[in-house]
């Protein structure tokens, strides 16, 4: 080797300066809280995995495409480590894939697979002008309901009759009609109630038949907010009601709502939660989904549904 090559300056690596180092160890964290947030919210059923999988097929940087494929079996129910292990064999995934780096052949096959064991809703023919919004606690059934009562009075939203007190700012006869159990009884034993359920094992809740029937003879479309038990009912009652389940963007989401209301003590809100991951769980029965981000865009959509049933 000659001295002019022994002479020749070799490069040395730089360190990258103390600033990007702290910015891509924040952008690092912000990624595994997002995935970590995205977990939740499959184990929770806030979002179907088939939407997770579009996520990842339309940007595989996004969270959902970083996502790797282990992690996002076991978030679903009942997927332990053996379970998902028999899974990736079955689906020829390799283990170490992100949802993002799947081949057209492993995301159809992934699909395929989550379609036959936990299918996504699907409009049935033939609704009424019958709708019932239901959805977890805190999700915002009532905020949207006031704005669709407000901005469209020719849809009836129905007010339903409660044991619970009233919250504040709210209105008996408009937001809710406040009775005692005496009245509550009254009214089981005259039929003067389409549905009833009590809710978080505490407070009665039900919906008054009479205006409900009077609209629908003059033709107009009524909405009704309600929860799961009286969604239930309304479905066996008239097959043709078209149910339609409000969901919030995230599961932290919807513990922040309920948080920051502030109407309920930490052992209600723990109860709370609890039957909203039942409530979660059973939104495969409604044949439409509604994300309530924004109360507006909520709002317009259930509108567009009552206008699409009334056809």
């Given at each position: 080797?000659?001295?002019?090559?022994?002479?020749?300056?070799?490069?040395?690596?730089?360190?990258?300066?103390?600033?990007?180092?702290?910015?891509?160890?924040?952008?690092?964290?912000?990624?595994?809280?997002?995935?970590?947030?995205?977990?939740?919210d499959?184990?929770?059923?806030?979002?179907?995995?088939?939407?997770?999988?579009?996520?990842?097929?339309?940007?595989?940087a996004?969270?959902?495409?970083?996502?790797?494929?282990?992690?996002?079996?076991?978030?679903?129910?009942?997927?332990g480590?053996?379970?998902?292990?028999?899974?990736?064999?079955?689906?020829?995934?390799?283990?170490v894939?992100?949802?993002?780096?799947?081949?057209?052949?492993?995301?159809?096959?992934?699909?395929?697979?989550?379609?036959?064991?936990?299918?996504?809703?699907?409009?049935?023919?033939?609704?009424?002008r019958?709708?019932v919004?239901?959805?977890?606690?805190?999700?915002g059934?009532?905020?949207?309901?006031?704005?669709?009562?407000?901005?469209?009075?020719?849809?009836?939203?129905?007010?339903?009759?409660?044991?619970?007190?009233?919250?504040?700012?709210?209105?008996?006869?408009?937001?809710?009609?406040?009775?005692?159990?005496a009245?509550?009884?009254?009214?089981?034993?005259?039929?003067?109630?389409?549905?009833?359920?009590?809710?978080h094992?505490?407070?009665?809740y039900?919906?008054?038949?009479?205006?409900?029937?009077?609209?629908?003879?003059?033709?107009?479309?009524?909405l009704?907010?309600?929860?799961?038990?009286?969604?239930?009912?309304?479905?066996?009652?008239?097959?043709?009601?078209?149910?339609?389940?409000?969901?919030p963007?995230?599961?932290?989401?919807?513990?922040?709502?309920?948080?920051?209301?502030?109407?309920?003590?930490?052992?209600?809100?723990?109860?709370?939660?609890?039957?909203?991951?039942?409530?979660?769980?059973?939104?495969?029965?409604?044949?439409?989904?509604?994300?309530?981000?924004?109360?507006?865009?909520?709002?317009?959509?259930?509108?567009?549904?009552?206008?699409?049933?009334?056809?």
């Amino acid at each position: 080797m000659s001295d002019t090559a022994d002479d020749a300056p070799r490069a040395t690596a730089t360190r990258p300066p103390e600033v990007d180092r702290a910015a891509a160890s924040r952008r690092a964290v912000a990624a595994r809280r997002a995935r970590a947030s995205l977990k939740r919210d499959l184990a929770t059923r806030v979002v179907t995995p088939q939407e997770v999988l579009r996520r990842a097929a339309a940007d595989p940087a996004s969270p959902a495409g970083t996502l790797r494929v282990p992690d996002f079996l076991t978030s679903l129910p009942a997927i332990g480590e053996g379970k998902r292990d028999r899974i990736l064999t079955e689906l020829g995934i390799s283990p170490v894939k992100r949802l993002g780096g799947l081949g057209t052949r492993q995301r159809s096959a992934l699909e395929a697979w989550l379609d036959r064991r936990m299918p996504e809703p699907r409009p049935r023919p033939g609704r009424s002008r019958l709708l019932v919004l239901a959805g977890p606690t805190a999700v915002g059934k009532g905020t949207v309901s006031a704005k669709i009562r407000e901005e469209h009075p020719e849809i009836l939203v129905s007010v339903s009759a409660t044991t619970r007190p009233p919250r504040p700012g709210e209105i008996d006869g408009v937001h809710y009609y406040f009775v005692d159990d005496a009245e509550f009884d009254r009214m089981l034993a005259e039929d003067e109630l389409l549905e009833h359920a009590v809710v978080h094992n505490k407070y009665r809740y039900g919906t008054p038949r009479g205006p409900i029937e009077a609209a629908l003879a003059e033709g107009r479309t009524v909405l009704l907010e309600i929860d799961l038990q009286g969604a239930r009912q309304v479905r066996a009652a008239d097959p043709r009601a078209s149910l339609v389940f409000l969901l919030p963007p995230s599961w932290d989401e919807l513990v922040q709502r309920l948080v920051g209301r502030g109407t309920e003590d930490a052992e209600e809100r723990a109860r709370r939660l609890r039957t909203a991951r039942v409530e979660l769980a059973a939104q495969g029965e409604f044949d439409f989904h509604v994300v309530n981000e924004d109360v507006a865009t909520a709002a317009r959509q259930v509108v567009d549904l009552t206008q699409a049933s009334a056809r």
